[in-house]
């Protein structure tokens, strides 16, 4: 009998994208603590799982886990991931959140992950929001944006620009680690123009919950 993990290496990406291996998070945590299918699990403290509301408005995808994430084990921990609290609490978008990363452990020296990793953890990605179904996914960074939907364009070309993942909406947005080091709050600014997406965000998650409401 074939393993999931061997249907992982066994099937092409198109493939892929289509089955889902896990019936359940926790089924879908286990096997990620187990894997050892990329370099990073040579190197990692812990796998770092997802955190937050497992029914979620938002899904927020991040690239890898930093330093901090890797020893707590959790993702957004870390000065970026307060950052990012703070503007979800400022439009009001935090109380139902989920968190998760495009790659589960951490990469050594905080570089980014490989083309390799993040095929390696994609499958764990996919299953994950097919489980907690969000309204809306926000990829926090090029890295996000590219290990889910494809897309390899820069973060400046993409950012304020709906996409689409499996019929949900997507926003790519700036990293928050990219926004602590560009502070100015400026027009047209990364912070500025951040929080118009989180705006955007905002507006398209009370259409969706009214059409919702309506057809209820």
Request: charged share 25%; glycine share 4%; net charge positive.
């Amino acid at each position: 009998m074939v393993k999931q993990t061997q249907l992982f290496e066994l099937q092409s990406d198109d493939i892929a994208q289509k089955l889902t291996f896990y019936s359940s998070l926790e089924k879908l945590n286990q096997a990620c603590i187990r894997c050892d299918r990329c370099f990073l699990s040579q190197k990692r403290h812990q796998v770092v799982i997802a955190r937050g509301e497992t029914q979620p408005d938002i899904a927020i995808i991040g690239e890898a886990p930093e330093k901090k994430e890797d020893k707590l084990g959790q993702p957004f921990v870390g000065d970026s991931g307060k950052f990012l609290m703070k503007m979800l609490q400022a439009v009001k978008l935090d109380p139902n959140v989920y968190f998760t990363n495009t790659v589960r452990c951490r990469p050594p020296n905080n570089r980014k992950p490989s083309a390799e990793e993040i095929k390696a953890c994609k499958p764990y990605l996919i299953d994950e929001l097919r489980l907690v179904k969000p309204k809306i996914i926000l990829c926090a960074g090029a890295t996000a944006v590219a290990g889910l939907t494809g897309k390899r364009e820069s973060i400046t070309s993409l950012r304020g620009k709906w996409l689409n993942w499996e019929g949900t909406a997507v926003m790519p947005i700036f990293h928050p680690a990219y926004l602590l080091r560009n502070p100015s709050l400026q027009k047209d600014s990364p912070k500025w123009q951040t929080w118009q997406d989180l705006i955007a965000v905002k507006l398209k998650l009370e259409r969706i919950s009214a059409l919702k409401s309506h057809r209820c």
